[in-house]
């Protein structure tokens, strides 16, 4: 009679188990035996209509479901192009760079290297970017960088590509952009009465970005900084320089502002 008992009371329990796991268990995957023409198609829809977690997540199942071939390769370049629009640009980075890795030589290799520029453009789009009328050359100079080495690989790689036109435009804008920060950098060090530094930062423009619009403020930054610095030989140099490239520069008779700072920056 106790061993009837004891088994009633196993069994009790052991159903009691089984109907707390079904209680809480994971509602069914409607997704499950979906082909991946289906998935893709799904995520698609789901990008159309700005729901980019959501289609994530299809795009994520089909790669899973399906790793080897044309859909799952898909499904990575879509990944990355949903995180970089959803401002995920570390996880779209790394996404780029697994695509890259793993398809060496994939027909869409130009697309990835040129999203990842686009990733690295438009790096510090955020309140101050876009509020705030932020130049780009007074963003992060590094992430610039990897930006105009993409677009670079992509036109001299893949000089026929469809997406190399605009890369070129963007490479020229970084450019400036790059010699302006480091002019940025050098007035920066100028107010703060670091002469010798203002100047190295000048003459990395000025060595670096010789076609750039920029390069008239790094040869005045010069002059200035050469003057500060007692170096009149050198100040007679640069400013001929100057004079010479820029014949109607302004900044020779009117220099720069005096305080030319954005609302934001009450650092400087």
């Given at each position: ?85 959803d401002n995920e640009r570390a996880l779209s980075l790394a996404a780029i760079d697994r695509f890259m890795k ?105 060595r670096d970005y010789q076609e750039a619009p920029a390069l008239e403020e790094a040869l005045y930054l010069l ?46």
């Amino acid at each position: 009679m106790r061993t009837s008992v004891s088994r009633l009371r196993m069994l009790s329990a052991v159903a009691f188990v089984l109907l707390a796991a079904c209680s809480t268990a994971d509602p069914p995957d409607p997704t499950i035996g979906w082909t991946p023409e289906r998935l893709y198609a799904e995520a698609r829809d789901e990008l159309a209509s700005g729901n980019r977690q959501a289609a994530i997540k299809l795009l994520e199942k089909l790669e899973s479901r399906y790793p080897f071939g044309h859909w799952a390769e898909q499904a990575q370049l879509d990944i990355a192009w949903a995180q970089f629009k959803d401002n995920e640009r570390a996880l779209s980075l790394a996404a780029i760079d697994r695509f890259m890795k793993l398809h060496p030589n994939h027909p869409a290799l130009d697309y990835a290297l040129y999203l990842k520029g686009l990733v690295n453009f438009n790096e510090q789009e955020g309140l101050l970017a876009r509020f705030g009328n932020q130049d780009l050359s007074e963003r992060d100079q590094a992430a610039l960088r990897e930006s105009f080495d993409a677009f670079k690989e992509l036109v001299t790689r893949f000089p026929d590509s469809k997406y190399a036109p605009d890369a070129e435009a963007r490479m020229r804008y970084l450019v400036n952009s790059m010699a302006r920060g480091k002019v940025h950098i050098a007035r920066y060090y100028y107010s703060r009465g670091a002469y010798v530094a203002a100047a190295n930062r000048a003459q990395e423009v000025i060595r670096d970005y010789q076609e750039a619009p920029a390069l008239e403020e790094a040869l005045y930054l010069l002059v200035r900084s050469y003057e500060k610095l007692g170096l009149d030989d050198m100040r007679a140099d640069a400013e001929r320089v100057l004079r010479r490239s820029f014949p109607n520069s302004e900044l020779l008779t009117k220099g720069f502002p005096e305080d030319d700072r954005r609302w934001w920056q009450v650092w400087r």
